[in-house]
């Protein structure tokens, strides 16, 4: 069985949920781990991070059983993937059969165990793609940004987690509360950060020790479809997230 499967999840958009899912995936390669990636996002970023072949079958057929896992599996430099499709926008009018939350677990039983992590990027929204990526997880990372927005959100994410906990998947556990994006100059980062650390705390989970702070690095790292810790080794941006990758794999699991 994998060590881990990551659901990278907030229903809010931009907090930086696609950046960390390949920042995380690609920091487990690089040390040597066997990562599957699993892009549930019709925006198709992580798959477009990825470089990813956007004419193979995607996630979506294989969720309609359109597709075989080794139709949609891609081999990318440093990790598998499947990709998106946009046409994941209309998933909860497309996948609504009795047992509709356990698809993706479904599809994926034959080739798991082969992967030590697999990671799983979320759209924006509670939907059944998200209930469908937290069936399937071990473990939820949430990630926000340090506005009072994210902290209105936390609550609402963290609901539908333990719905999830409760019918689908009694394993699942938050990870943590990663923050993202993160300006320590201003007073009101460092104020919502202390608040957030509290609401992890209600939440009975925790805020990562790592934050991860805003560097422009990370979006041009992107637009050149590197991942970060090539483009810019010495960057803020590669610093934090190999600090997160060494915090996450630290902490036991449970
Ligand atoms: N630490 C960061 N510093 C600067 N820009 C970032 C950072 N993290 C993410 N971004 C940028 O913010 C935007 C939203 O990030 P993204 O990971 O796509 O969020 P989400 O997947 O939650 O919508 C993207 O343009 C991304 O390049
Ligand atoms: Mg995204």
Not at 30 to 51: A, E, P, R, T, W
Not at 94 to 111: N, P, Q, S
Not at 134 to 144: D, E
Not at 152 to 166: D, L
């Amino acid at each position: 069985m994998p060590q881990d499967i990551i659901s990278v999840v907030n229903q809010k958009g931009g907090v930086g949920k696609s950046t960390t899912a390949h920042a995380l995936g690609i920091g487990l390669a690089n040390k040597g781990f066997k990562v599957l990636f699993i892009d549930l996002d019709g925006q198709g970023n992580l798959s477009y991070m990825l470089n990813a072949d956007m004419q193979k079958s995607s996630v979506l057929d294989l969720l309609m059983r359109k597709a075989k896992i080794n139709d949609v599996l891609q081999h990318c430099q440093r990790a598998d993937l499947i990709a998106s499709t946009p046409m994941l926008a209309g998933a909860d009018s497309i996948i609504t059969a009795t047992g509709k939350e356990y698809r993706l677990k479904e599809v994926l039983e034959d080739v798991i165990s082969k992967y030590d992590y697999i990671i799983i990027d979320t759209p924006p929204s509670l939907g059944i793609l998200v209930i469908n990526a937290l069936t399937l997880a071990y473990s939820a990372i949430i990630t926000a940004q340090a506005d009072i927005f994210s902290l209105q959100g936390i609550s609402q994410i963290n609901e539908t987690i333990n719905t999830v906990k409760q019918y689908c998947n009694n394993a699942l556990k938050i990870g943590g509360i990663l923050l993202t994006r993160y300006n320590e100059r201003t007073l009101i980062s460092r104020d919502i950060a202390e608040t957030l650390r509290k609401i992890a705390s209600q939440l009975k989970t925790k805020l990562y020790k790592t934050t991860i702070r805003e560097n422009i690095t990370i979006k041009e790292a992107q637009s050149t479809r590197q991942d970060i810790y090539t483009y810019a080794p010495n960057s803020n941006g590669a610093r934090d997230y190999q600090e997160f990758v060494k915090e996450y794999i630290s902490i036991p699991r449970g």
